[in-house]
């Protein structure tokens, strides 16, 4: 017998687990022939719980926003159209925010994908490896005339989240069980998510600073990253941002680029 | 986002910490880290999931150092699924060789079922067959294994809802196999036989009687739940959220009397109690492995 057929058991198993409209695959049973319907839906409920609890895990802000009725059909949805691709479960829901755009029941809630954005960040934030963050004193040691040139390590917790909502704050109001009052979702703002020791932040970026950071983030030296944030912000606050980033735990360190 | 383990791991040699005999431990779960360092070192061993510290940094594995610097530590792979039919996983390899090398776990084991097929991963312990295919591949996933973390793995037996009509072999034949051939140890799950004896309508002390318990180095006892099948009888959930049954007490009692004191897990993964419930639980396992012994001892000193 070819012993892909004698292995063929994994590929009858696996297509009910996530379509409830299949019966229980032939190839199983229940003991002294007897039927393996409810037996089989086991693991399909072991499947589809675990899977919208991981979400549920990784997005309780959306979770609380939307209440778990909401939230546990809307992310039955997506386990079934995109199962996990790891076994590391911590990495799931990549594709989540974007579902949550397309989701037509969420469509009145134009500011949930980019709160599940800002949590699917904290989280890479709280997995990320440790990294002594850079001093303001490092900053420092380096002469003025030089400081144009320096290209800042990016910290590898860091991560820059933008919004047309007022995506920080509602997710900030969210995250835990305190009352919320009304919120203002219509002023855009951007966060700033960072790990200096073990506990992840989410801050609110000036105007400019998602520009300034991220061009700084990918390796640009300062002139060029602050050109940008001057083009995009007319308003951009040079001092005050390199002074919060490096607060935030940031970067861990400096270089000096090609001047 | 990276996955990797701490980079040097691959660099950290491999090495056994001390055997740790027939003492109760419990799972370590995060919201307890408080609770156990306040209480300071204890007899006993903590055991985790595996893939929970498989990140690269962060507060995960700041608990894990705190919890291993004082007692010793139980790897327990949950995801490597070594029952499927395709290849292992290269890179979760590498993650769990990388954890065993920078942890030093007294156990590493993994489970007899499988959860990854083609390119999707389904986070929950499916069933196999029991055929000399499947035995084949599953030897073969083992060694790879062993291989990786250069020691013997041991091998926890599976609660099922199902059986496959293709069957050649019993569970008990299957495993016993799969230790002769690859060296591997055995993590016997008493609530795991007790589970599947009442779904399968078989005898769990017949199970227990055909199971090698001279390859077994370490024992789970946990809580299940419930439901019924289609004609309406009793079908039992492997829930691990519930102290553990009568029932499985009393089998523990019997296997340890047979097999004498290992290491002996509280299992407990959801509806978490508080952490003074949970030692309970570990305290009355300690209780029956201390019995045993001292009936044990008292045997040996009859005997000479």
């Known amino acids: 017998m070819p012993p892909e057929q004698d292995l063929s058991f994994a590929a009858a198993f696996t297509p009910g687990l996530l379509d409830p409209t299949r019966a229980a695959p032939a190839i199983v049973a229940g003991p002294n022939g007897k039927a393996a319907g409810k037996r089989y839906a086991v693991y399909r409920n072991n499947v589809t719980v675990s899977l919208i609890d991981a979400l549920a895990a990784i997005y309780p802000a959306v979770q609380r926003i939307t209440g778990p009725d909401f939230f546990r059909a809307m992310a039955r949805f997506h386990i079934r159209s995109s199962p996990p691709t790891s076994p590391l479960l911590f990495e799931y829901g990549r594709e989540f925010a974007d579902f949550i755009t397309r989701y037509e029941y969420a469509q009145t809630m134009p500011w949930l994908a980019d709160v599940a954005r800002i949590e699917r960040a904290w989280l890479d934030a709280y997995h990320a490896q440790d990294a002594a963050p850079l001093s303001a004193a490092a900053l420092a040691a380096f002469a003025s005339e030089r400081l144009a040139d320096l290209v800042f390590i990016a910290h590898p917790a860091l991560r820059i989240v933008r919004s047309s909502f007022s995506a920080v704050t509602i997710f900030a109001a969210n995250r835990d069980d305190a009352p919320v009052g009304r919120i203002d979702a219509s002023t855009p703002e951007d966060a700033l998510i960072t790990r200096p020791e073990f506990d992840v932040m989410v801050r609110r970026l000036p105007p400019g600073g998602a520009v300034f950071a991220e061009r700084l983030a990918s390796g640009e030296p300062l002139r060029g990253a602050a050109a940008s944030a001057l083009d995009a912000c007319p308003d951009f606050d040079l001092a005050s941002n390199i002074t919060g980033l490096i607060e935030a735990g940031a970067f861990t360190s400096l270089a000096l680029g090609d001047a | ?304």
């Open chain 2, 1 to 304: 986002m990276t996955t990797a383990i701490v980079p040097e791991a691959s660099a950290v040699p491999l090495r056994y910490s001390a055997p740790i005999g027939g003492v109760a431990g419990t799972s370590f779960k995060p919201e307890h880290l408080q609770a156990i360092l306040s209480t300071g070192r204890q007899c006993g061993f903590f055991e985790v999931h595996a893939e929970n510290y498989m990140g690269a940094g962060g507060p995960p594995h700041r608990a894990l150092e705190a919890i291993r610097r004082d007692h010793p530590l139980s790897l327990h792979g949950v995801c490597m699924s070594i029952g499927g039919p395709q290849p292992l996983d290269k890179a979760h390899l590498a993650r769990f060789r990388g954890l065993v090398a920078r942890y030093q776990p007294a156990l590493v084991s993994e489970h007899l079922a499988w959860s990854t097929h083609e390119t999707s991963f389904f986070n929950d312990l499916l069933p196999l067959p029991y055929t000399e295919a499947t035995l084949a591949r599953v030897c073969d996933h083992i060694d790879q294994v062993q291989d990786a973390i250069r020691r013997p793995l041991l091998l926890e037996n599976p609660s099922t809802y199902v059986a496959f009509r293709e069957s050649s072999m019993s569970e008990t034949d299957f495993i016993r196999a799969i230790a002769e051939r690859t060296g591997c140890g055995l993590l016997l799950d008493i609530n795991n036989v007790f589970v599947s004896a009442t779904n399968h309508g078989f005898s769990a002390l017949e199970y227990l009687a055909e199971f090698p318990l001279a390859h077994v180095g370490e024992i789970h006892l946990a809580g299940h739940a419930e439901q019924a099948d289609d004609e309406g009888d009793l079908l039992l959930i492997d829930s691990h959220d519930g102290p553990v049954a009568d029932a499985v007490w009393k089998l523990f009692e019997i296997v340890i009397r047979r097999r004498g004191g290992v290491p002996t897990l509280i299992e407990w993964d959801s509806k978490i109690p508080d952490w003074p419930v949970l030692q309970a639980e570990a305290a009355a396992a300690q209780a029956i492995l201390d019995r045993c012994n001292q009936t044990a001892t008292a045997g040996d000193r009859h005997a000479t």
